[in-house]
């Protein structure tokens, strides 16, 4: 019943900067969270970031202030914005929201994901 899209991913060298987008599009009367998990071979999918509907942010302690979320309502988008960025960071970036649809009904969704190649 939800569509998560996500773009901004691709190849970028050490030290330098990218921003991730999602957007969520289908039944959706409210958004109560989105956020980004990352997974890489090997390793449990981890929380990157997350964003409530009311603009309450949490972020994983290995990110040392380096990645930025937000979000903006009107278009059911969440943003991450990620600097300083390190070879370590290169995984498969996921977009998810939990959703209230219009019958009041509530789901979680996962977008496909999006590559993220940090190289030296």
């Known amino acids: 019943q939800v569509q998560l899209v996500e773009s901004g991913g691709g190849l970028v060298q050490a030290g330098g900067s990218l921003r991730l987008s999602c957007a969520a599009s289908?039944?959706?009367?409210?958004?109560?969270?989105m956020g980004w998990y990352r997974q890489v071979p090997g390793k449990q999918r981890e929380l990157v970031a997350r964003?409530?509907?009311?603009?309450?942010?949490n972020y994983a302690d290995s990110l040392k202030g380096r990645f930025i979320i937000s979000r903006d309502n009107a278009k059911n988008t969440v943003y991450l914005e990620m600097n300083s960025l390190k070879p370590e960071d290169t995984a498969v970036y996921y977009c998810?929201?939990?959703?209230?649809?219009?019958?009041?009904?509530?789901?979680?969704?996962w977008g496909q994901g999006t590559q993220v190649t940090v190289s030296s």
């Open positions: 998810d929201a939990d959703v209230t649809h219009i019958s009041r009904s509530q789901a979680h969704y």
């Open positions: 289908g039944n959706i009367f409210r958004i109560n969270y």
């Open positions: 964003i409530t509907d009311g603009g309450s942010t």
